[in-house]
């Protein structure tokens, strides 16, 4: 089989899983309601996919140099969150994601500027979510419309994610590991949820959602550290696991807490 050929049917097997795995995330997440769906929204959906096939290409030092790029992006996706969750208390779906667009784009342009080490990269999500989080604590408590899914709804997550695996695998041999590393984070899980449910059940509630994912973005920002430290100590397949079962182990304390708090109150 001719090279390009055999890098054309891997990288469309690559962006089949890939969208095999949103489509069921997205299924859970519908059938949970709106509180597991943010913790779900949370786990590494679509970044997740993108470092797998990153791993099977290159060595364990490119994948951790492109997870300390990675890790402040978590905290531009945060501010990005935030963005969207004001604005869309008033505005348009339009102004409030382009807005919120554009917030993740300044701050990740600046970010690729830098050489982040694990330190720095910590920091920036400290003071990022130390910010946001008390802020978007007040936009949570919003009642929810039912949800009425349409038929494109999945195939759009798992295009857009499809696509992002794309991209990444195949720019990531010329762009170096802080490029894919910043790739790797875009947010489309938050980005498809905005655009999928603002027109539907309007932006307070769909701003809800996001706000109410504040404290699972933070442990997926944990995950990226534990990678970034694991893949050198143990290689790429065990440090990749340990990240998972970071973001996993940290959702499943956040939905734990959440029920005993529920059932305190009542």
Not at 15 to 30: G, K, P
Not at 63 to 69: N, P
Request: hydrophobic share 60%; glycine share 6%; with cysteine.
């Amino acid at each position: 089989m001719p090279l390009d050929l055999h890098f054309v049917l891997f990288l469309f097997l690559r962006m089949a899983i890939a969208a095999a795995f949103v489509v069921s995330a997205s299924v859970i997440t519908e059938r949970s309601g709106p509180a597991i769906g943010a913790l779900v929204a949370t786990l590494p959906v679509s970044a997740g996919p993108s470092y797998v096939f990153l791993a099977i290409d290159h060595d364990a030092a490119f994948i951790a140099q492109g997870a300390l790029s990675s890790l402040p992006v978590n905290a531009a996706t945060i501010f990005m969150g935030l963005t969207y969750v004001v604005l869309a208390q008033r505005h348009s779906m339009a102004v409030s994601c382009c807005s919120a667009f554009a917030v993740w784009i300044a701050i990740a342009s600046v970010i690729r500027l830098f050489d982040w080490t694990l330190t720095a990269g910590l920091a920036a999500n400290f003071v990022a979510f130390g910010i946001c989080i008390p802020l978007l604590s007040g936009y949570r408590h919003v009642k929810m419309p039912l949800v009425t899914r349409r038929w494109y709804d999945i195939p759009m997550r798992a295009a857009l994610v499809a696509t992002l695996v794309a991209i990444v695998v195949s720019t990531s041999n010329w762009v170096g590991p802080r490029i894919s590393g910043i790739i790797a984070l875009f947010p489309v899980v938050f980005s498809s949820m905005m655009v999928i449910l603002h027109p539907r059940i309007g932006g307070p509630a769909t701003a809800a959602v996001l706000a109410s994912s504040a404290w699972g973005l933070l442990g997926f920002g944990t995950a990226i550290a534990v990678m970034h430290v694991a893949v050198v100590q143990v290689g790429s397949l065990v440090g990749l696991c340990l990240a998972l079962a970071t973001c996993v182990t940290w959702n499943l304390t956040l939905w734990w807490n959440g029920r005993r708090r529920r059932r305190i109150e009542a």
